[in-house]
Antibody, heavy 120, light 108 residues
Framework: QVQLVESGGGVVQPGRSLRLSCAAS????????MHWVRQAPGKGLEWVTV????????YYADSVKGRFTISRDNSKNTLYLQMNSLRAEDTAVYYC?????????????WGQGTLVTVSS | EIVMTQSPATLSVSPGEGATLSCRAS??????LAWYQQKPGQAPRLLIY???TRATGIPARFSGSGSGTEFTLTISRLQSEDFAVYYC??????????FGGGTKVEIK
């Protein structure tokens, strides 16, 4: 069965960095696009970024462009999100999600999420 | 950016009744629309993609319809486990992928 397990969340001061990981299993990781989606406390879903199945393409929401970097290691079945210059408004639960195709469609499976709190 | 608008924000329904949730796109997204269910403290779950195709394991009481800018998620005969927040999401014009603000289906 598909499993996505995020890690790396925590409390971080504004302006600092954090790296999230998402360990994938139960499917051929290298065949699917992967996303990060976040949800601020009590709010709706906000798409953050996507990386294509082979890592050749990546796209970002304007709110994180230039600060966040998505990457993947297909040999380790792991997705990453490097978050730099963090702001209070980045506080959210971050979910990794598996695309139903190579890139950019519906999100078929989601991890349980990891909470990132940006606060001094 | 395509803006997705869901209505109503909250829907009060008695168990066993049906529910109709609406999602409107600011411009046509063809049939590239998905619906998700999220329960408190849980990750979202894909219900429907391609406007009307149920995801694996999703009961037949969930159905989707529409095209262009107007979409509907219909839940027939609500069961206790169906009370949740529902989100629509377009994937026709991206980036960014965009979600609606959600409809909370609560027990009447």
């Amino acid at each position: 069965q598909v499993q996505l397990v995020e890690s790396g969340g925590g409390v971080v001061q504004p302006g600092r960095s954090l790296r999230l990981s998402c360990a994938a299993s139960g499917f051929t990781f290298s065949n699917y696009g992967m996303h990060w989606v976040r949800q601020a406390p009590g709010k709706g879903l906000e798409w953050v970024t996507v990386i294509s199945y082979d890592g050749g393409s990546e796209y970002y929401a304007d709110s994180v462009k230039g600060r966040f970097t998505i990457s993947r290691d297909n040999s380790k079945n792991t997705l990453y999100l490097q978050m730099n210059s963090l702001r209070a408004e980045d506080t959210a639960v971050y979910y990794c999600a598996k695309d139903i195709a190579a890139v950019g469609t519906a999100l078929g499976y989601w991890g349980q999420g990891t909470l990132v709190t940006v606060s001094s | 950016e395509i803006v997705m608008t869901q209505s109503p924000a909250t829907l009060s329904v008695s168990p066993g009744e049906g529910a109709t949730l609406s999602c409107r796109a600011s411009e046509s997204v063809s049939t590239n629309l998905a619906w998700y269910q999220q329960k408190p403290g849980q990750a979202p779950r894909l219900l429907i993609y391609g406007t009307s195709t149920r995801a694996t394991g999703i009961p037949a009481r969930f159905s989707g319809s529409g095209s262009g800018t107007e979409f509907t998620l219909t839940i027939s005969r609500l069961q206790s486990e169906d009370f949740a927040v529902y989100y629509c999401q377009q994937y026709n014009h991206w980036p960014p992928l965009t979600f609606g603000g959600g409809t909370k289906v609560e027990i009447k």
